[in-house]
């Protein structure tokens, strides 16, 4: 779900990708792409099923594709070198960076092995993160999208200055922020929705799309 709506995004903001069950549709954008990509299944979470493909590394390319694909649409996305040194989760809340303290409620996560997926479930570890100015005009560029379909908390996953993700659902990562600034965001959220019933109660009239980024 999150990986199709990005797609609404700018296209200076997310890396090229290619969602389809077509296997020489998917052949052909992996050779449009230098013959190295990352495939996935479009539904799943937590790194499952997430193939780091060379196209003359590994030429069993429609096998995996017909692998995935049993189960639903295949992502295919470019491969960001900058994947490397792992990806930030930064939360959002109203539209704007959910901050506290002056900390930010980012972190980055980044694998501990060879392998391509940063997950926590697939191996990965925490470790603070350095909010940019890039980050910063990257939220600015996605920000209207966000308020005009009323997002309230959302995580935004960040490669170098690409959006990877936006984890709408289950945004997890809010105990590993607790862990690495101090800083407790859940009670700040929490204060946030209390705020917005409040609102509600004296205002009925104010639809929820309009209250979530309000």
């Given at each position: ?71 639903g649409y295949v992502v295919a ?138």
């Amino acid at each position: 779900m999150s990986t199709a709506y990005f797609q609404h995004f700018p296209e200076i903001v997310r890396p090229r990708t290619l969602i389809s069950r077509d296997t020489d549709l998917l052949e052909d954008f992996v050779k449009d792409l230098g013959g190295r990509a990352v495939l996935k299944p479009l539904q799943g979470s937590g790194g499952s099923g997430v193939f780091l493909v060379h196209r003359k590394k590994a030429p069993n390319l429609s096998q995996i594709i017909e692998a995935i694909s049993r189960d639903g649409y295949v992502v295919a996305r470019e491969y960001l070198p900058e994947a490397k040194k792992g990806e930030i989760r930064f939360f959002v809340m109203n539209a704007l960076p959910l901050e506290q303290d002056g900390a930010y409620a980012a972190f980055r996560r980044v694998s501990t092995s060879d392998d391509v997926r940063s997950n926590m479930s697939a191996g990965g570890k925490t470790e603070k993160a350095v909010v940019t100015d890039e980050m910063s005009h990257m939220i600015d560029i996605v920000r209207p999208k966000r308020v005009a379909d009323g997002m309230f908390l959302v995580g935004l996953d960040i490669v170098g200055d690409k959006l990877m993700e936006v984890n709408v659902c289950s945004p997890g990562g809010l105990g590993s922020v607790h862990s690495l600034t101090g800083v407790n965001f859940a009670n700040v959220v929490i204060a946030e929705l209390e705020r917005k019933v409040a609102i509600r109660q004296h205002h009925p009239e104010i639809d929820n799309r309009a209250l979530a980024t309000g």
